[in-house]
């Protein structure tokens, strides 16, 4: 998922996302160390695309804290 995409998504539904891709994280872990996972690099996609989610969940805070103050 590109941080476009990420950006273009409302709150509610980053969380639920954000929900999915660590679940998802939970299962290509558990899926590698029973050694059925062929591509390994589903691992980091995932982690960067948390990475991603965070960045924009934390940057709307960020925004809604400065919009508080003035």
Do not use: Y
Request: aromatic fraction near 2%.
């Amino acid at each position: 998922m590109r941080i476009s995409e990420v950006r273009e998504l409302k709150n509610d539904e980053l969380e639920k996302e954000l929900e999915n891709q660590e679940r998802s994280l939970m299962n290509l872990r558990f899926r590698g160390a029973t050694m059925q996972l062929s591509d390994f690099t589903e691992i980091r996609k995932t982690r960067k695309t948390i990475a991603r989610i965070n960045t924009v969940l934390r940057e709307r805070e960020i925004v809604a804290e400065m919009d508080d103050d003035e």
